[in-house]
């Protein structure tokens, strides 16, 4: 089972640019979560979803927008972006109240 | 808000020597509670968990019980080894799939 896959797993942006963080997993979870983890820091709660065209802001959603069109998939996308969004961002996914499986995690840098 | 408060690191330890990490939570009805655990460069995995009141959650030497009157879902292990060093995460998954994290605390065990 490939679980749950991130994309890209590096990126370097400019201030002001803007992308999006695909995740994508196949274990048919409904719950699906972004993280943001800055260095020594722990996680933060972005965005989550508990099934397919249902979103929910997290407890630092600002600057970031999600979609969740598929059961697979929760892209996150970042707007006109700014050294502070700097970070490790993790996706995970759940089935219900049990482990959290996390992708590998996207490294982005904005300079 | 739902929101998980646990203790500041870092806890430095002597091999053999008892660990207990204090996890607090604030939530809404009876969430199910989790400790996960990064190790240095990895990504966040489960530890252990407890979906209800007075439930142990116990794994490779770590325990925790969940004490509803308390709150509170502290971390404990009789005989740490260095091989325990990584940072730990107090976790809850609240009544609307709202899955948070503490701040973690790192534990480092010397020889």
């Known amino acids: 089972n490939a679980g749950v896959t991130q994309t890209p797993k590096f990126r370097i942006l400019k201030i002001g640019q803007s992308m999006t963080l695909q995740c994508a997993q196949d274990?048919?979870?409904?719950?699906m979560y972004w993280y943001r983890q800055d260095p020594g820091m722990g996680l933060k709660l972005i965005y989550y979803?508990?099934?397919?065209?249902?979103?929910d802001k997290g407890e630092v959603p600002n600057g970031y927008n999600v979609s969740r069109s598929t059961t697979e998939d929760f892209p996150l996308r970042l707007e006109l972006a700014a050294p502070s969004q700097t970070s490790v961002y993790f996706c995970?996914?759940?089935?219900?109240?049990?482990?959290?499986?996390f992708g590998e995690g996207s490294r982005l840098t904005v300079l | 808000g739902d929101s998980v408060t646990q203790m500041e690191g870092p806890v430095t330890l002597s091999e053999e020597a008892f660990l207990t990490i204090n996890c607090t939570y604030t939530?809404?009805?009876?969430?199910?509670l989790f400790w996960y655990v990064q190790y240095p460069g990895e990504g966040l995995q489960l530890l252990l968990k407890?979906?209800?009141?007075?439930d142990k959650g116990s794994n490779k030497g770590f325990e925790a019980t969940y004490r509803k009157e308390t709150t509170s879902f502290h971390l404990e292990k009789g005989s740490v080894q260095v091989s325990d060093s990584a940072v730990y995460f107090c976790?809850?998954?609240?009544?609307?799939?709202?899955?948070?994290f503490g701040a973690g605390t790192q534990v480092v065990v010397t020889p």
């Open positions: 939530a809404t009805g009876y969430p199910s």
């Open positions: 979803s508990v099934g397919a065209g249902i979103t």
């Open positions: 995970a996914s759940t089935g219900g109240p049990g482990e959290l499986f």
């Open positions: 976790a809850l998954l609240g009544r609307w799939g709202k899955f948070q």
């Open positions: 407890a979906t209800k009141a007075d």
């Open positions: 274990m048919n979870h409904n719950y």
